[in-house]
């Protein structure tokens, strides 16, 4: 069974552009996390989301950052405009129900510059 | 004060020996608690989860949990030197399905 799917795995780009990151959840999971991970932050919950509803965006850093998610197979977390301290490991986790196992993509490593 | 607390190490043993990982969290009604492996450049990997007051097994690895300290570890018997990574604690509100994570504690494990 295919895993969580992220795109791209990496993204470099200039300061002030529009960036997009896209996950694929497994198949049949209902809850979906975004989360971004840093040296000196760890791993941070930016939203999340059950059966394709924001619950939770409190961990959203700024109005610049977005997440939609249409249909139950797809989200995506905008940035725009980009600076260059939105660099970090964006990750996608998925999961059933609620309270249960999470699974993570590979991850989007994201670099402006 | 931290939602999840785990001390950053680095935890070095000796291969061979058991390596005891700690986690706090702060959320009483926190429901689901998780243990995740990281290796560098990698993505967070689960490896346990526990659910109940006391002890869960599978394999080397043991997770322990103590609501009423709201208290979680992890052990790692007979360590191996593939077991150098970052472990992760994370803790579900239940309800709020809110997966919280602290910022993890390196382990070393030398030859």
């Known amino acids: 069974d295919a895993g969580v799917i992220q795109s791209p795995r990496h993204e470099v780009t200039e300061m002030g552009q529009e960036v997009t990151l896209r996950c694929k959840p497994i198949?049949?999971?209902?809850?979906l996390f975004w989360y971004r991970q840093t040296m000196m932050r760890g791993l941070e919950l930016l939203i999340y989301?059950?059966?394709?509803?924001?619950?939770?965006d409190s961990g959203m850093p700024e109005d610049r950052f977005s997440a939609k998610m249409p249909n139950a197979s797809f989200s995506t977390l905008k940035i725009q405009p980009s600076e260059p301290r939105d660099s970090a490991v964006y990750f996608c986790?998925?999961?059933?129900?609620?309270?249960?196992?999470?699974?993570f993509g590979q991850g989007t490593r994201l670099t402006v510059v | 004060q931290k939602e999840v607390e785990q001390n950053s190490g680095p935890l070095s043993v000796p291969e061979g020996a058991i390596a005891s990982l700690n986690c706090t969290y702060s959320?009483?009604?926190?429901?689901?608690f998780f243990w995740y492996r990281q290796y560098s450049g990698k993505s967070p990997e689960l490896i346990m989860s526990?659910?109940?007051?006391g002890d869960k097994e599978d394999g080397r690895f043991t997770a322990q949990l103590n609501k009423a300290s709201q208290y979680v570890s992890l052990l790692i018997r007979d360590s191996q030197p593939s077991d150098s990574a970052t472990y992760l604690c994370?803790?579900?509100?239940?309800?709020?399905?809110?997966?919280?994570f602290g910022t993890g504690t390196l382990l070393a494990v030398q030859p």
């Open positions: 198949s049949g999971h209902n809850s």
């Open positions: 959320d009483r009604v926190s429901q689901s």
């Open positions: 986790a998925s999961s059933v129900g609620t309270g249960t196992e999470a699974f």
């Open positions: 994370a803790v579900n509100g239940g309800a709020t399905n809110k997966l919280i």
């Open positions: 526990i659910y109940s007051n």
């Open positions: 989301f059950n059966n394709n509803v924001p619950i939770d």
